[in-house]
């Protein structure tokens, strides 16, 4: 099968998920950039506000909250619980389980962090507009509920 085989919209600028990794991946590394002084990422920021705002939950729980797979996001709370900022602790009901909270040191880095977060929302709507970015996160909202068909 030759290139000229594709349609225009098979080409990687017209692929949606394409689009859509390199758009996050551009988002991601601004909030990083605006975060740095801070010691965090823009994910152990998001994770942090997670546990922060909704309060304790399972290992499980927070990675279909974060839309993660398990593994990476223990890999992702490694560090944070290495800093005292989170607490992972055997669920007292099923030992297979683990449950994941913040703590008062992750309450206080997550509030210190606040600010930077606040410039790398702010900077991000006055480059693409306050009403474009609500509408994207209703569209993501969106694309990350919605059924997708089964591959099997």
């Keep these: 099968m030759a290139l000229s085989d594709f349609e225009i919209t098979d080409l990687p600028r017209?692929?949606?998920?394409?689009?859509?990794?390199?758009?996050?991946?551009?988002?991601?590394r601004y909030y990083d950039l605006c975060l740095a002084d801070t010691g965090l990422r823009s994910t152990q920021y998001t994770l942090l506000g997670f546990l922060g705002s909704e309060g304790p939950m399972t290992m499980a729980q927070l990675a279909n909250t974060m839309t993660m797979d398990r593994a990476t996001v223990g890999h992702n709370l490694r560090p944070l619980e290495r800093?005292?900022?989170?607490e992972i602790k055997v669920s007292a009901t099923d030992r297979r389980v683990r449950e994941v909270?913040?703590?008062d040191r992750g309450h206080d880095v997550l509030l210190a962090a606040y600010p930077a977060w606040r410039r790398a929302r702010d900077g991000f709507e006055s480059a693409l507009g306050a009403r474009e970015v609500a509408d994207l996160r209703d569209?993501?909202?969106r694309v990350i509920e919605a059924p997708l068909?089964?591959?099997a």
Excluded at 14 to 28: D, E, P, T, Y
Excluded at 83 to 86: E, K
């Design 139 to 141: 569209l993501m909202a």
């Design 101 to 103: 909270s913040i703590t």
């Design 149 to 151: 068909p089964s591959i």
């Design 14 to 28: 017209h692929c949606a998920c394409g689009q859509l990794r390199r758009a996050a991946r551009r988002i991601s």
């Design 83 to 86: 800093d005292g900022w989170v």
